[in-house]
């Protein structure tokens, strides 16, 4: 019943921008955190950024500087803004969202959930 849901991706030359949105909907009580990874050819999936019910953020030393990322918890949604792109930006990026949702017990349980990912390429 809780769907993560990614867009904005698409080609982009070296040094331009892209913006990322992350919708989280469905059963879902409340948000604890979502945030960014990413998973480029031939690596490991890594963390990009994440952003806490709190507004605490962590970036990967990679992107500090150049991405910016933010939520607004009423809409339980989350922007991931990336500028200065690189070639090594190259991944498909997926959203991340930990929460509670709403289960046929009383009391909300707690859940994490990931988009289906979306495709950012950086190339001239």
């Known amino acids: 019943q809780v769907q993560v849901v990614e867009s904005g991706g698409g080609l982009v030359q070296p040094g331009g921008s892209l913006r990322l949105s992350c919708v989280a909907s469905?059963?879902?009580?409340?948000?604890?955190?979502m945030g960014w990874y990413r998973r480029a050819p031939g690596k490991e999936r890594e963390l990009v950024a994440t952003?806490?019910?709190?507004?605490?953020?962590e970036y990967a030393d990679s992107v500090k500087g150049r991405f910016t990322i933010s939520r607004d918890n009423a809409k339980n949604t989350v922007t991931l803004q990336m500028n200065s792109l690189k070639p090594e930006d190259t991944a498909v990026y997926y959203c991340n969202a930990r929460l509670y949702y709403h289960s046929d017990s009383k009391v909300p349980e707690p859940g994490d959930y990931w988009g289906q990912g979306t495709q950012v390429t950086v190339s001239s």
């Open positions: 469905g059963s879902i009580f409340t948000i604890v955190a």
């Open positions: 952003i806490n019910a709190g507004h605490a953020i």
